[in-house]
């Protein structure tokens, strides 16, 4: 079956750090892969997807690229900022019927200090 | 703002009690969704409807009972919930195509004494 998994948190990095969080996933055929952001207190917000192999999916500063051969989407941000300290989950879209599912990581908490 | 709004945003029931959690988007999406967020899990898919049918119930139990009205809005009814059932309940909502994003709502914080 489909599985998503994701770099076990906490993580905690000092403001204008590196940030890479892990994630890879198993899936029958060619998924969709998102990053989706839960800040405090919010629901979930998609941060960035990608819908084939070599696609790169940005969104404020953050980049994640789609790898088929290692059957990876590593979430990447050059210099974080306070205010990315939120959880980020890993997901895959599958089909079903006439929706479209997400499978999710189990989520990485992030905490950046200033 | 996300277009999916849930209400209540907070809500504390006795174990024999009924309450029901409320979702509605204004997106014009034709697929809706609950999720289950429990600590230290990952998020649980409940139940999908599209098009106002139930396309899956992922083994959820019988104490919790959707209902999708319209392609609008989107129910669960809780009657004799467990503690373990306190959680955060997210409401989802996407258009059917090949690559649908799901927009998701704040969430319902659900405790059950």
């Known amino acids: 079956g489909n599985s998503v998994t994701q770099m076990e948190g906490p993580v905690t990095l000092s403001e204008e750090a590196f940030l890479t969080i892990n994630c890879t996933y198993t899936?029958?055929?060619?998924?969709?892969l998102f990053w989706y952001v839960q800040y405090p207190g919010e629901g979930l917000q998609l941060l960035l997807k990608a819908t084939k192999a070599d696609d790169k999916g940005s969104n404020k500063g953050f980049e994640a690229t789609y790898r088929k051969e290692t059957t990876s989407f590593h979430l990447e941000k050059g210099s974080v900022q306070v205010s990315d300290s939120a959880v980020y989950f890993c997901?895959?879209?599958?089909?079903?019927?006439?929706?479209?599912?997400?499978?999710f990581g189990s989520g990485t908490q992030l905490t950046v200090l200033p | 703002e996300t277009g999916v709004t849930q209400t209540p945003r907070h809500l504390v029931m006795g174990m024999t009690n009924k309450k029901s959690l409320k979702c509605e988007q204004h997106l014009g999406h034709n697929a809706m969704y609950w999720y289950k967020q429990s600590a230290k899990k990952p998020l649980e898919l409940m139940f999908v409807y599209s098009l106002e049918e139930r396309v899956e119930n992922n083994s959820v139990p019988s104490r919790f009972s959707p209902e999708c009205p319209n392609s609008s809005h989107l129910f669960l009814h809780l009657h004799t919930l467990q503690p373990e059932d306190s959680a955060l309940y997210l409401c989802?909502?996407?258009?059917?195509?090949?690559?649908?994003?799901?927009?998701f709502g704040p969430g319902t914080r659900l405790t059950v004494l």
């Open positions: 899936a029958t055929g060619y998924p969709s």
């Open positions: 989802a909502s996407s258009p059917t195509g090949s690559t649908d994003t799901q927009y």
């Open positions: 997901a895959l879209m599958r089909t079903s019927g006439s929706a479209r599912q997400l499978t």
